[in-house]
């Protein structure tokens, strides 16, 4: 398979929410996916998704240069804005504790997210990413003087998976 050399922008971007199997997906679908039907997340803005691995560097006594490197844990994280619109990234977030407070512990909701690059102008030539099991770690509500009304979260994913076309 050639390898894609296409170019895009964010205007090419679009960004799609799915439940993952289990009881954290269900609540996602049950609080937040199925009542707000927010499949496809719109305005959103400054979509950043980072995969840190761990690297460990061992050296023997004498030397300069590392003698070996070898990986370590793998962090999948990331943080993405967007015009504030209504509750579902809080609910996200939350769970059922976003409407009152739960007299014990709660379950906090796990969604999959895909972020899908196509150009118009190259059909079939598609860049895309999905996230598994992603939880958002925090939230935060913008309402500066000049400027909409935004809200911003900060997520951790345990795993990517990503496909280019052609």
């Known amino acids: 398979m050639p390898a894609n050399t296409s170019i895009f922008t964010d205007a ?15 609540a996602a679908q049950n609080l937040v996916l199925g009542p707000y039907e927010l499949l496809t997340v719109g305005r959103v803005s400054d979509v950043h998704v980072e995969v840190h691995s761990e690297i460990h560097v061992f050296r023997e006594v004498g030397r300069r240069l590392p003698s070996e490197l070898r990986a370590g844990s793998i962090t999948i994280s990331g943080t993405i804005g967007r015009a504030y619109i209504n509750g579902a990234l809080i609910k996200l977030l939350l769970g ?10 709660f379950l906090q909701p ?10 118009a102008a190259a059909p079939g030539v598609r860049n895309t990413a999905t996230l598994h099991g992603v939880k958002i770690e925090d939230w935060s ?15 951790r994913a345990l795993s990517i998976d990503v496909a280019d076309e052609p």
């Not at 090419?12 to 269900?26: F, I, K, N, R």
């Open 96 to 105: 059922e504790a976003a409407s009152s407070a739960p007299a014990g512990g």
């Open 12 to 26: 090419d971007g679009s960004l799609t929410l799915s439940v993952p199997t289990g009881t954290e997906g269900e």
């Open 141 to 155: 509500y913008d309402l500066d003087a000049d400027t909409i009304v935004r809200e911003a979260i900060r997520f």
């Open 110 to 119: 796990a969604f999959n997210m895909t972020l899908l690059l196509e150009n």
